[in-house]
């Protein structure tokens, strides 16, 4: 009967009975958005964005600091903070979505879309992005660039700047994400 | 026509302050003579940010803490401090460009003092713009 008992104990201990899911953080994602038009190039980018990715259930969350963008000048970026995506109400944006068919078992590259919803200055839109993911040695790398448009976060800005800003943003990110132990 | 010289002379120079004041600010400023508003210790940071949704961003604040790691990851140079005790949790120093020399003799396990303007906190807290205050 100890016996039995020592080799239940033994196969349950090097099992896990209790599963828990692997996730993947990146601390320093970097997101980037560039408005071009005849007037100006704008360009900011933010370099402490954090993502955390389950690898079992596919699913991908991002958070940033909106007050955390750098622009080439103080202007733009009081021009963003205050006038248009009003930091001080809305400090975060957030994506939470799911990798649709993404195969962790893959090294390499794979490209996948990620579905989800994107929740800015107080609105949220539904997107879908083609992104491509690395995986190398114990890192998962995911990149990407997609459009989107202003008039879908309820941003306001004065006619007097509206040929300032693009109506459609292009916006670029990269994540290097290491394991992680929530 | 020398008044319209003037005129516009004074143009010129008022739209090159506008531009001048327009391109600085503390996002870019050398932290170094700027007196902190106020000194935490990193585990102290994080935990006061954690618990109080209110906090003042964009202050200059000095954290004290230990080297987790110096990364040069996006070509940012960036310090991660940790706290004592917390774990997977820390703060995040993106390092102004003139720390360049300093940061090559910084090591992990050092105990730093780091001055920078403080942005707010996701899982760690992110501060811009940062000087090595002094070793401790």
């Known amino acids: 009967m100890i016996r039995v008992l020592a080799i239940f104990f033994l196969i349950a201990g090097s099992t896990n009975l209790v599963e828990v899911d692997e996730k993947v953080i990146a601390r320093q994602g970097k997101v980037s958005f560039f408005s071009y038009t005849s007037v100006e190039d704008i360009k900011a980018e933010n ?39 009003e930091s001080d109400i809305y400090p975060k944006a957030v994506f939470e979505g799911e990798i649709i068919d993404f195969d962790r078992t893959i090294t390499g590259e794979q490209t996948r879309i990620i579905k989800g919803v994107f929740a800015m200055h107080g609105k949220s839109k539904e997107l879908e ?24 976060y309820d941003i306001n800005i004065p006619p007097l700047l509206a040929g300032n800003i693009a109506k459609s943003i292009s916006v670029e990110f990269r994540f290097e994400y290491e394991p992680y132990e929530d | 026509m020398v008044r319209f010289s003037s005129f516009l002379f004074a143009i010129v120079f008022i739209f090159s302050i506008f531009l001048f004041v327009g391109c600085g600010g503390r996002i870019n400023e050398d ?7 106020k000194r935490y210790s990193a585990e102290n940071l994080i935990s ?22 110096v990364n040069s ?19 995040i120093c993106d390092m102004n460009t003139s720390q360049i020399s300093i940061i090559k003799t910084i090591r992990k396990g050092d105990s730093i003092l780091i001055k920078g303007l403080l942005k707010g906190i996701l899982k760690d807290v992110i501060m811009l713009n940062c000087v090595i205050e002094k070793d401790q």
């Open chain 2, 31 to 37: 932290l170094s003579s700027v007196e902190p508003t």
């Open chain 2, 48 to 69: 006061t940010l954690q618990s109080n949704k209110e906090y003042n961003s964009e202050e200059v604040i000095a954290v004290s803490g230990i080297v987790y790691e």
């Open chain 1, 129 to 152: 992005i083609k992104s491509k993911i690395e995986k190398k040695d114990n890192k998962y790398i995911v990149s990407g660039v997609f459009e989107t448009l202003v008039k879908d």
């Open chain 2, 73 to 91: 990851i996006n070509k940012r140079i960036t310090i991660l401090l940790a706290g004592d005790t917390l774990k997977e949790r820390f703060v």
């Open chain 1, 47 to 85: 370099n402490q964005v954090l993502s955390v990715i389950d690898l079992d259930q596919k699913k991908i969350a991002v958070s940033m600091l909106m007050n955390a963008f750098i622009f080439e000048k103080a202007l733009m970026r009081e021009h963003f903070n205050e006038s248009y995506l």
